[in-house]
């Protein structure tokens, strides 16, 4: 699968915003999936996983206040984050996992290329 994000930009706190993340590939309703980011730094941490099942988990930083989703007929998967903070800076990357195993393991094998989010103060 390859992947394609999107949808990052200048926010004001408080704010929300949307990544979309487009993959290729005839396994996408079956393949499981994260976001990840990495902020000036930092360590690129993992903020949200869904798995082909549509089950969730979240970062407790962004619990809350954020939704990962996907949509199996447009091979698209999603995170919108509201009430952004300026600590939500980062380079936002979408990722996929190759299975179960490297799901529960939060290991990726495939990544998109990065979307920078920018919150102002």
């Known amino acids: 699968v390859q992947l394609q994000a999107s949808g990052g930009g200048l926010v004001q706190a408080g704010g929300s915003q949307t990544l979309s993340c487009a993959a290729s590939?005839?396994?996408?309703?079956?393949?499981?999936f994260g976001w990840y980011r990495q902020a000036p730094g930092k360590q690129r941490e993992l903020v949200a996983r869904?798995?082909?099942?549509?089950?969730?988990n979240y970062a407790d930083s962004v619990e809350g206040r954020s939704t990962i989703s996907r949509d199996n007929a447009k091979n698209t998967m999603s995170l919108q984050i509201n009430a952004l903070k300026p600590e939500d800076t980062a380079v936002y990357y979408c990722?996929?996992?190759?299975?179960?195993?490297?799901?529960?393991?939060?290991?990726?094998?495939?990544w998109g290329q990065g979307t920078q989010v920018t919150v102002s103060s």
């Open positions: 990722a996929a996992y190759s299975g179960f195993y490297d799901y529960n393991k939060r290991k990726p094998n495939t």
């Open positions: 590939g005839s396994t996408f309703s079956s393949a499981y």
């Open positions: 869904i798995s082909s099942g549509g089950s969730t």
